[in-house]
């Protein structure tokens, strides 16, 4: 970090206290005299836009000397977000709502969801406060991946629709003053799209076809398959993703095929201009159709070493960011790739497709711009921060961080803090900061985290930490994973190729019908009552909209997640600064402000109840430590396990007990495991 970006105010070990100017001792130690402020910036400035450095000091001195009045020892950090005279975006301020096409509504009686049933039910996300939707796949596939293998770039799978379903759907998402993004699939396509196997018939009647996807004649050594044939051994050890070698052998044509997922998922050959040529031609044919973005699907695997250089590249390297994970080495996981992952060519493609989002953009009639975010899924942050642009403020492409995607039962909440700093601290200057707490590849985060009632909270740190929240379908009303009892209920195929590992493999957990009411066939997502999941087994109960949203108290999910979307809409959170306010195994917090505005937000990190009320019930002192609070605060929303069940009265100074207008001292904010709460900070 620069001069420019970080200003550090050592203080000497005699100081005056400014509030009663008695001298402290010389021999405090050095740990307890010396403050230190960061003023930490994630905007883009132009040479003529940058505030001075002396300005950045006085900001220095002028937070050093308030914390010194409280005798304040730490470090306080502030991460500033409003950038200097540039125009924020839509996207700048935006909330991503992600559906799954399959699991969302059905709207024929197959079980299966489709494009007119996501139609049928705009009207809910736009009630919640939602303004961008993300649409996984839809396009023609034989479902081998449910929709990840596509055979046609360019059209709709029968068992969602039709184009003219889909361009229904655009209109009615435009009428609402939604946006929508797609799910863009660059790496690979299908095994039956039109491409490969004219690729595989390339010798003989299609040999414009050849290098459309990656073939290699082979290692020079022989080796024998398994049905006794002799035939070159694989060019290297690479694996797939989804289990297995990452080469087949192709018995037409003599050659293997690289595959990084499924089989039947063929690489598509990025190195060949035609390839390209006819991907920007699909993505252009969506962009005609209205579409305002691409959610860009496997990203990192679009290029590997050239051709000629892939004999005996092989991966040897264990990664050493996955140490939870208790892999094995048949594991992807296991290995570090450095030959089929972020190999340089892949930033020209990018910029080539933020060319084609910006010619759109100055083409249409408002000149808004279009969004790419990029699924780029690694722990090493150093990779990740290479997938943003020039100008990261004015350009609509980001890499979605995923760290917080990977909290387990055991994160806590100095593991939270390192994680967020994480992301904060790698952003280019004028990078836009965000977050996914849940998709479609992940177990739902309350089973993750270990408790169910951290749905709340989760969301609540979602979507009030800086930047862009993209949430998954059913987070609102807290759904959690379906059963999936034995491997024969498997439906995933990354679960199903991994034999006696599947329970560990399978993301079927996540993917149930979303549960619309408790009194209709199969929660109201089908009239079918066989789905193609089953559904959570708590739908019938309060896990489900009619029952979150008929309510008239603030004491359900849905209330609580809609309330969250309001309040980012003020100043606070849609511009303001960040910090951490008090951070401990137990309880993770932080301040965002704007003007007067000023919020806490607290989560508690704990898993587990005593069993005893009294003593899990702890007051919080947010008073103290290295972000000092003064005032008191007034309850905006809280997590809904801090209200009692079936109208008994709440505990004395327990979250419960305070209206929205009395105030809570901040010496002692009482919380309950697995709780969150966010408070407006009044003034002392």
Same mark, same amino acid.
């Given at each position: 970090?620069?001069?420019?970006?970080?200003?550090?105010?050592?203080?000497?070990?005699?100081?005056?206290?400014?509030?009663?100017?008695?001298?402290?001792?010389?021999?405090?130690?050095?740990?307890?005299?010396?403050?230190?402020?960061?003023? !930490?910036?994630?905007? !883009?400035?132009?040479?003529?836009?940058?505030?001075?450095?002396?300005?950045?000091?006085?900001?220095?001195?002028?937070?050093?000397?308030?914390?010194?009045?409280?005798?304040?020892?730490?470090?306080?950090?502030?991460?500033?977000?409003?950038?200097?005279?540039?125009?924020?975006?839509?996207?700048?301020?935006?909330?991503?709502? $992600?559906?799954?096409? !399959?699991?969302?509504?059905?709207?024929?009686?197959?079980?299966?969801?489709?494009?007119? #049933?996501?139609?049928?039910?705009?009207?809910?996300?736009?009630?919640?406060?939602?303004?961008?939707?993300?649409?996984?796949?839809?396009? $023609?596939?034989?479902?081998?991946?449910?929709?990840?293998?596509?055979?046609?770039?360019?059209?709709?799978?029968?068992?969602?629709?039709?184009?003219?379903?889909?361009?229904?759907?655009?209109?009615?998402?435009?009428?609402?003053?939604?946006?929508?993004?797609?799910?863009?699939?660059?790496?690979?396509?299908?095994? !039956?799209?039109?491409?490969?196997?004219?690729?595989?018939?390339?010798?003989?009647?299609?040999?414009?076809?050849?290098?459309?996807?990656?073939?290699?004649?082979?290692?020079?050594?022989?080796?024998?398959?398994?049905? #006794?044939?002799?035939?070159?051994?694989?060019?290297?050890?690479?694996?797939?993703?989804?289990?297995?070698?990452?080469?087949? /052998?192709?018995?037409?044509?003599?050659?293997?095929?690289?595959?990084?997922?499924?089989?039947?998922?063929?690489?598509?050959?990025?190195?060949?201009?035609?390839?390209?040529?006819?991907?920007?031609?699909?993505?252009?044919? /969506?962009?005609?159709?209205?579409?305002?973005?691409?959610?860009?699907?496997?990203?990192?695997?679009?290029?590997?070493?050239?051709?000629?250089?892939?004999?005996?590249?092989?991966?040897?390297?264990?990664?050493?960011?996955?140490?939870?994970?208790?892999?094995?080495?048949?594991?992807?996981?296991?290995?570090?790739?450095?030959?089929?992952?972020?190999?340089?060519?892949?930033?020209?493609?990018?910029?080539?497709?933020?060319?084609?989002?910006?010619?759109?953009?100055?083409?249409?009639?408002?000149?808004?711009?279009?969004?790419?975010?990029?699924?780029?899924?690694?722990?090493?942050?150093?990779?990740?921060?290479?997938?943003?642009?020039?100008?990261?403020? #004015?350009?609509?492409?980001?890499?979605?961080?995923?760290?917080?995607?990977?909290?387990?039962?055991?994160?806590?909440?100095?593991?939270?803090?390192?994680?967020?700093?994480?992301?904060?601290?790698?952003?280019?200057? #004028?990078?836009?900061?965000?977050?996914?707490?849940?998709?479609?590849?992940?177990?739902?985060?309350?089973?993750?985290?270990?408790?169910?009632?951290?749905?709340?909270?989760?969301?609540?740190?979602?979507?009030?930490?800086?930047?862009?929240?993209?949430?998954?379908?059913?987070?609102?009303?807290?759904?959690?994973?379906?059963?999936?009892?034995?491997?024969?209920?498997?439906?995933?195929?990354?679960?199903?190729?991994?034999?006696?590992?599947?329970?560990?493999?399978?993301?079927?957990?996540?993917?149930?019908?979303? +549960? /619309?009411?408790?009194?209709?066939?199969?929660?109201?997502?089908?009239?079918?009552?066989?789905?193609?999941?089953?559904?959570?087994?708590?739908?019938?109960?309060?896990?489900?909209?009619?029952?979150?949203?008929?309510?008239?108290?603030? +004491?359900?999910?849905?209330?609580?997640?809609?309330?969250?979307?309001?309040?980012?809409?003020?100043?606070?959170?849609?511009?303001?600064?960040?910090?951490?306010?008090?951070?401990?195994?137990?309880?993770?917090?932080?301040?965002?402000?704007?003007?007067?505005?000023?919020?806490?937000?607290?989560?508690?990190?704990?898993?587990?109840?005593?069993?005893?009320?009294?003593?899990?019930?702890?007051?919080?002192?947010?008073?103290?430590?290295?972000?000092?609070?003064?005032?008191?605060?007034?309850?905006?929303?809280?997590?809904?396990?801090?209200?009692?069940?079936?109208?008994?009265?709440?505990?004395?100074?327990?979250?419960?007990?305070?209206?929205?207008?009395?105030?809570?001292?901040?010496?002692?904010?009482?919380?309950?495991?697995?709780?969150?709460?966010?408070?407006?900070?009044?003034?002392?």
């Amino acid at each position: 970090m620069s001069d420019e970006d970080k200003v550090e105010v050592l203080v000497e070990s005699r100081v005056d206290d400014v509030a009663s100017g008695a001298a402290k001792s010389a021999k405090v130690k050095e740990a307890e005299t010396a403050t230190t402020v960061e003023v !930490r910036s994630l905007k !883009r400035y132009t040479k003529e836009e940058k505030p001075s450095r002396s300005i950045g000091k006085i900001l220095a001195v002028g937070l050093l000397a308030i914390v010194l009045v409280g005798g304040l020892i730490g470090t306080i950090v502030f991460y500033n977000l409003q950038p200097v005279r540039r125009d924020y975006q839509w996207w700048h301020k935006t909330t991503i709502y $992600q559906i799954y096409p !399959r699991s969302f509504k059905d709207s024929d009686g197959d079980g299966i969801g489709d494009l007119k #049933g996501i139609e049928s039910k705009l009207d809910h996300l736009k009630g919640l406060g939602i303004e961008t939707i993300w649409l996984s796949p839809v396009f $023609q596939s034989p479902m081998k991946d449910f929709g990840y293998d596509i055979e046609n770039f360019i059209a709709i799978d029968k068992l969602f629709g039709t184009l003219d379903d889909f361009k229904d759907l655009m209109r009615e998402v435009k009428k609402r003053e939604l946006r929508l993004i797609m799910d863009f699939v660059p790496n690979h396509s299908s095994d !039956r799209h039109e491409w490969f196997i004219n690729s595989t018939n390339a010798s003989e009647e299609c040999p414009e076809y050849a290098d459309y996807y990656v073939w290699h004649e082979g290692h020079p050594r022989w080796t024998v398959d398994r049905n #006794g044939t002799t035939i070159k051994a694989p060019p290297n050890n690479w694996l797939s993703v989804f289990g297995g070698p990452a080469w087949t /052998w192709n018995e037409k044509r003599r050659m293997y095929y690289l595959h990084q997922f499924l089989a039947s998922q063929p690489d598509l050959n990025w190195r060949n201009p035609a390839v390209v040529k006819h991907m920007d031609n699909a993505m252009r044919f /969506w962009l005609d159709l209205g579409v305002d973005g691409f959610r860009i699907d496997a990203l990192p695997f679009l290029f590997e070493v050239p051709h000629d250089e892939m004999v005996d590249k092989n991966e040897t390297s264990p990664s050493p960011y996955w140490p939870e994970a208790n892999l094995n080495t048949n594991d992807y996981e296991y290995w570090l790739h450095p030959y089929t992952r972020n190999v340089d060519p892949i930033f020209e493609v990018i910029k080539n497709w933020t060319r084609i989002m910006d010619d759109y953009s100055s083409k249409s009639e408002k000149k808004e711009p279009k969004l790419l975010i990029l699924e780029v899924v690694d722990k090493n942050s150093s990779q990740l921060v290479k997938y943003y642009p020039e100008d990261p403020f #004015g350009t609509g492409a980001m890499p979605f961080y995923m760290g917080l995607i990977f909290m387990t039962d055991q994160t806590d909440g100095f593991a939270v803090q390192k994680l967020v700093e994480e992301n904060l601290d790698m952003l280019p200057k #004028g990078a836009w900061p965000n977050w996914v707490i849940g998709n479609h590849d992940q177990r739902r985060a309350t089973g993750r985290l270990g408790n169910k009632d951290f749905v709340d909270g989760l969301n609540i740190l979602n979507l009030l930490l800086p930047g862009i929240p993209t949430t998954y379908y059913g987070e609102e009303i807290g759904m959690r994973d379906t059963l999936i009892n034995s491997r024969e209920e498997v439906k995933d195929p990354q679960g199903c190729n991994f034999g006696d590992e599947w329970a560990k493999k399978t993301r079927d957990y996540c993917r149930s019908p979303m +549960q /619309w009411d408790s009194h209709n066939t199969s929660a109201g997502f089908s009239t079918n009552v066989t789905t193609w999941l089953p559904l959570a087994p708590d739908w019938n109960n309060t896990i489900n909209v009619e029952y979150q949203t008929s309510k008239s108290s603030n +004491q359900t999910h849905y209330s609580v997640f809609k309330r969250l979307i309001q309040i980012r809409g003020t100043p606070a959170f849609q511009s303001g600064t960040f910090r951490h306010a008090l951070v401990t195994r137990d309880i993770y917090s932080f301040v965002r402000e704007s003007g007067e505005q000023s919020y806490l937000i607290a989560l508690d990190m704990r898993r587990n109840s005593s069993g005893d009320p009294s003593k899990d019930r702890v007051k919080y002192d947010f008073t103290g430590g290295a972000a000092k609070l003064t005032g008191k605060g007034r309850v905006v929303t809280a997590s809904v396990n801090l209200y009692p069940k079936g109208g008994a009265p709440a505990p004395e100074n327990s979250i419960a007990s305070y209206g929205t207008t009395e105030e809570i001292n901040l010496t002692s904010v009482e919380l309950i495991p697995a709780s969150a709460v966010v408070l407006r900070i009044t003034p002392a």
